[in-house]
């Protein structure tokens, strides 16, 4: 195994926190970490008692929990402890019943009924289905620029696109309603395959009237607001931590915890640091050749099969860099990239793979299997074809690369560079902050190409070909009209027919227009108390911690 410069200078860190704390322990305190008892997140001390706190790392500071807007990967992480939607997504992407005790769709599949299990608000207050309707308005009374995933109400329930920015006392003829208190109907306007899934989104959890207003999110930073998961929050302080209280009337014989303490953590070799000194029990933002290198065949290293994409995507509408407006110059681009030698230099064992299509292993359905493997290659190694698409540059081309600055975006760009420069590539890098990147990226469209990566918002293979979509983009910057019609077309068949269109879509987008280059896909590798049990993983790289145990 590899062990970089960074590793080692790690390992001196540690061991002389390890010293000081030998030399200046003479009964003192002990490690925090929730317990009442011992070091957790793998250290020697044997528990004396069984520890109730569970106490988290987030990799940066969540937006406000406000289920509509929070789009994150770093507030799912609090949110999924907090409320309890229709359905979760669990391990190997399984859509899991939680407030939903059971449903019917009728034969045209176009309306859903679901029963509610009875579930209870952290103030005492019964879950009704008119909690699960208001959720839906409140979202939709942001309107899609500031609800990322309202597309998963507006693009199928009936009623809702001409309600997108819409006040709620005027959305009546919505297809979303309470038929009494435990039943909740929803009414499509076409099918949806993987609707089910959607409905594991924060744009259909359960929000009350009297506690969210209608267009404001700041209502989520009081602690005393209720919720309706098995645990609610006691303190939140984004900046910081957020400390979650058990939701004493939600009971579960799967809930042994009092309290889960998810503390904010943007530095991963803090993070690394602080799980082996004990302070906290599970690291959810590490480095992943670095957590390989100190765990790897330990049980306090977590690796899960995640469904995650890592691509460039290529700023060709806009086209600030006329050259990539060029489709020979995108394809030459693609061509240049050795993926098998970009994962190499990753180093973190089978945590990554090269990727060869937009949509990553993960997706599958019982007509083909998984969806890339059906799907096959669109792009691979060939720089000779690659500088053969590139003749008509004989001075070469200059592109600017920009990406949030971390390592392993760090080691990406550094190979990139090196292997296009052979196929006459310039690569230019710029990096920003992760929040002015995103800004850029997402809305401003300010870049010529841009680092990407994308964990699976739903189990379907259009959680990834819709990015490309004209409507879904924010600044729209990929993609064309014939691929947007490719992709219309596609969804209205069901079955196998879909599933064909869609490969004939994804081939498209990658193979002949070269709007996008895939380069890896990856699990999700993160840090555990080895004493613990109980998690949720889930695709999206995401986990529930309210039925997490510790063994003694």
Known sequence: MKRSKKFMALLLALVLVFSLAA??????ETPTGGGTDTPSGGGDTPATATKTEFVYALGGSPNYLDPAIASDSIGSYVLNQIYLPLFILGDGGAVLNAACKDYTVDEDGLVYTFTLNDTYWSDGQKVTAEDFVYGVKHALAFGSVDAQYLTFVTDFVAGSPELD????ADMDGLGVVALDDSTLQITLYQPCEYFLSLLCSGVYFPLRSDVAPEGDYTWADDPNAPTNGYFHPTSIDRADRVVMDRNTYNESDKVSLERLTARVMEDMDAEIMAFRTGEIDYATSVEAPVAVSMFGGTDSLDIYDSTINYYVQFNSVMAPNPVLADVNVRRAFMLAINREELVEALDA?????????????????????????????????????????????????TIEYYY???NMHDTVASVMKRQLAEVGITLDLKTADVRVFFD????????????????????DSMTYLAMGLSTWQAGYTWGDATYDQMIAEANTFTGQERLTKLHEAEK??????????????????????PNSTGYINNPQGNSFFYFVSFNG
Do not use: H, W
Request: glycine share 16%; charged share 20%; proline share 6%.
């Open 23 to 28: 030399c200046g322990s003479q009964g003192g």
């Open 165 to 168: 920015g819409a006040k709620i």
């Open 349 to 397: 064992g089978d945590a990554y793979y090269p990727l060869y299509g937009f949509v990553p292993n993960g997706l599958s359905s019982p007509t083909e299997g998984d969806f890339r493997d059906a799907g096959g290659d669109y792009c691979g190694y060939d720089p000779d074809a690659a500088k053969e698409l590139l003749k008509d540059y004989p001075d070469g081309v």
């Open 404 to 406: 949030n600055q971390n």
């Open 440 to 459: 850029d990226r997402d809305t401003q469209g300010n870049y010529e190409a841009a680092r990407g990566a994308m964990s699976a918002d739903y189990m």
């Open 508 to 529: 498209y987008l990658v193979e002949t227009q070269g709007y996008v280059c895939p380069l890896f896909g990856y699990k999700t590798v993160c840090l555990k108390n």
